[in-house]
């Protein structure tokens, strides 16, 4: 069940690269670790190249889009009681009682969360995790690291994918087959999360450096999301403005090399 939980991150992983419209080029990313995590990140594209992409494609190939979205809407309404803890955790009373009202209203009327019946009726959608949680506590990224299968993280999203793990009450039920229900959750989300990023990723590996898009891209939706999507503020507005000076000839830079 461990590789489930593993192959997932990767998965969500790989997506963020196509989640963040942000300049690719505001930020740099604290990677002390680079050679270990290039390596990581060359082990991960195997297993994905091996294993789970064709995998995805073969899902994409023999469902439709109604049953792979019932599928997904399914996965997504099992994890609400890990995003209400989340929203709870950080003083979110009206995204709570949303994520409760979505999980109420799906889990009954829209038949265990196959059909999306809270959309429809306009209850918003929130994704808070425990990495979040700590970042709007201010706990800093920390290192950026590649894990073995689980992909890109950091040092506060790895502590929070752990905490996650604890906050899901499926991760405790027991009934009859409930090992096998878990394993088979934890498979159908990696083949249902990289279904829906197929095109994602191969954008990713067409990039010149696929390792610091990716590296880019995941710190800055992380980012993102703790800020709820709210526009950073430009640490830069009360400087003069220097376009006005003539320096000479400029030279380019990569910050990220």
Known sequence: MRLAFALSGSVLALAACATTSEDASSSAVYDPIEGWNRGVYAFNDGVDRAVLEPVAKGYRAVTNEPVRGGVSN???????PVVFANTVLQGKPVASIDTATRFVVNSTV?????????????????????????????????????????????????????VDMAFDPLNYAQFEGDTEFRIARQVTNVVSTRERVIEAVEVLRDQPEPYIALRRNYTQQRAAAIRDGREQEDPFKDLPDFDAYDFGDDEEFESEE
């Open 74 to 80: 399914f996965l997504t309404n099992l994890n609400q």
């Open 110 to 162: 829209g038949v265990a969360g196959i059909f999306d019946v809270a959309t429809a009726l306009n209850v918003p959608e929130h994704k808070e995790d425990f990495g979040q949680t700590l970042g709007t506590w201010g706990v800093p990224n920390g290192p950026y690291i590649v894990l073995p299968l689980l992909g890109a993280s950091n040092l506060r999203d790895t502590v929070g994918f752990g």
